[in-house]
């Protein structure tokens, strides 16, 4: 069976400053990972994906995340925040050759002006 | 290139009611998922359709749920003799191809259902 945790509900974080929201998954076999962000009143967007090779991903708006197989975590990160990053993240984990993603809770990030 | 659409964006039901949700994947696009994300939890994936044909259900509820996404219109979720724990936000992916998590999923603004 697969989990994910998102550690971290909230994260207020102040403007141009770095940030980082913490996944952890758990999972028997191969992975796949992925970071979705929400705004208000809008559907989930894909900000990236690690399917294999390097395990540095890069997406879109800045955002970056790192896959450590050793420690089972794939963490998004940004070097400075801009207000329009205020939204909810969450982290998802789906098997390799699956239809379907696991979630996390959820992390509802803050930059605050 | 319109995205995923769902409808109604919120919708109110009484106890026994039956709620009907509607979602139209993006253009081309002939997969189909559907996800329930109760409050303060995340997004559970519930049955995988693509057309005319129930894929993945392994994540519905056994009674009062069911799916469909005809040859012709939109993904139908439909919930008989809705409970008050059925209140929760009901969201719709598509993806174009084969469907496989390498394959991106396209999420719809989600219906959020409100029972009374």
């Known amino acids: 069976a697969q989990s994910v945790t998102q550690l971290d509900s909230q994260v207020p974080v102040f403007e141009e400053a770095p940030v980082e929201l913490r996944c952890n998954y758990s999972?028997?076999?191969?992975?796949?990972l992925f970071w979705y962000v929400q705004y208000p009143n809008q559907g989930l967007q894909l900000l990236l994906k690690?399917?294999?090779?390097?395990?540095l991903v890069k997406g879109i708006n800045g955002f970056e995340a790192e896959f450590n197989k050793s420690q089972t975590s794939f963490h998004l990160r940004k070097p400075s925040v801009h207000i329009s990053d205020t939204a909810e993240y969450f982290c998802?984990?789906?098997?390799?050759?699956?239809?379907?993603?696991?979630f996390g809770t959820g992390t509802r990030l803050t930059v605050i002006p | 290139n319109a995205g995923v659409m769902q409808n109604p964006r919120h919708l109110v039901r009484r106890r026994g009611q039956e709620a009907r949700l509607r979602c139209s994947p993006m253009?081309?696009?002939?997969?189909v998922y559907w996800y329930r994300q109760l409050p303060e939890e995340g997004l559970k994936f519930m049955v995988y359709?693509?057309?005319?044909?129930?894929?993945?259900e392994s994540g519905m509820p056994k009674e009062r749920f069911s799916a469909e996404f005809p040859k012709e219109g939109p993904s139908i979720l439909r919930i008989q003799q809705v409970v008050r724990g059925d209140s929760a936000a009901y969201f719709c992916?598509?993806?174009?191809?084969?469907?496989?998590?390498?394959?991106?999923?396209?999420f719809g603004p989600g219906t959020r259902l409100l029972v009374l």
């Open positions: 992916a598509s993806s174009p191809r084969q469907g496989t998590s390498e394959e991106t999923q396209y």
């Open positions: 999972s028997s076999v191969s992975v796949y």
């Open positions: 690690y399917l294999s090779g390097s395990t």
């Open positions: 998802a984990v789906s098997e390799t050759g699956a239809n379907n993603l696991f």
């Open positions: 253009k081309g696009h002939s997969h």
């Open positions: 359709l693509q057309k005319e044909n129930i894929i993945d």
